[in-house]
């Protein structure tokens, strides 16, 4: 189906309701825009982690997404530090 739409003066372009909501209830409720040379692609954003954008076994933490191996890393990282600071 073609679906042809001009920019408007800002350079903006309207997409309609239906398309819009598709995107975003299959998402995160973000739209991710890949540009190749011929095209401008509008995918529904996957919810990925903070710190190194796996989508992989995400846990919600204040608000953000943190995966399962970054959580791993970060509690390493707090334990090492933990066990510094009881040295002294
Ligand atoms: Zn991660």
């Given at each position: 189906?073609?679906?042809?739409?001009?920019?408007?003066?800002?350079?903006?372009?309207?997409?309609?309701?239906?398309?819009?909501?598709?995107l975003i209830?299959n998402g995160n409720g973000k739209i991710e825009v890949?540009?190749?040379?011929?095209?401008?692609?509008l995918v529904s954003a996957q919810s990925e982690?903070?710190?190194?954008?796996?989508t992989?076994?995400?846990?919600?933490?204040?608000?953000?997404?943190?995966?399962?191996?970054?959580?791993?890393?970060?509690?390493?990282?707090?334990?090492?530090?933990?066990?510094?600071?009881?040295?002294?």
């Amino acid at each position: 189906m073609k679906n042809i739409r001009e920019f408007d003066t800002c350079g903006r372009i309207h997409i309609p309701v239906e398309i819009r909501r598709k995107l975003i209830n299959n998402g995160n409720g973000k739209i991710e825009v890949i540009c190749e040379p011929d095209a401008v692609i509008l995918v529904s954003a996957q919810s990925e982690c903070a710190f190194c954008n796996s989508t992989d076994n995400l846990v919600e933490f204040k608000s953000k997404l943190v995966c399962e191996s970054c959580i791993s890393e970060l509690w390493q990282c707090l334990h090492l530090m933990c066990k510094q600071n009881c040295k002294g």
